[in-house]
């Protein structure tokens, strides 16, 4: 059975930065693209940034871009997300999430097209 779990999260300062791990088990990683949404309160789940199974390719939101870095160690299992400049509308539940074999634009911006979730972590920027 595949399992994410997300950890990192936390209360930070508008300026500050985190760093997002997601370690994975139970599936074969370097053959699942790797995803990060998030979910502020009384708001839809929104993608944040994605990168391919072997990390030659990654995608971000306008919104977050030039702010956060994906990546990711298959040897590890484990793909991060390092958040700087975080601003208080980058609070939210953030997700970390499984794609088999995803790789265009379209599929890794779309939370329908991953197969498995993690239990999410917390992201509070105070202003």
């Known amino acids: 059975q595949a399992q994410l779990v997300e950890s990192g999260g936390g209360l930070v300062q508008a300026g500050g930065s985190l760093r997002l791990s997601c370690a994975a088990s139970?599936?074969?990683?370097?053959?699942?693209?790797m995803g990060w949404f998030r979910q502020a309160p009384e708001k839809e789940r929104i993608f944040v940034a994605a990168?391919?199974?072997?990390?030659?390719?990654?995608y971000y939101a306008d919104s977050v871009k030039g702010r956060i870095t994906i990546s990711r160690d298959n040897a590890k299992t484990t793909v991060y997300l390092q958040m700087d400049s975080l601003e208080p509308e980058d609070t939210a539940v953030y997700y970390c999430?499984?794609?088999?074999?995803?790789?265009?634009?379209?599929?890794?911006?779309?939370?329908?097209?991953?197969?498995?979730w993690g239990q999410g972590t917390q992201v509070t920027v105070s202003s």
């Open positions: 999430a499984a794609n088999y074999l995803g790789s265009s634009w379209y599929s890794l911006s779309t939370g329908k097209s991953y197969y498995y």
């Open positions: 139970g599936l074969t990683f370097s053959r699942y693209a």
């Open positions: 990168i391919t199974g072997t990390g030659s390719s990654t």
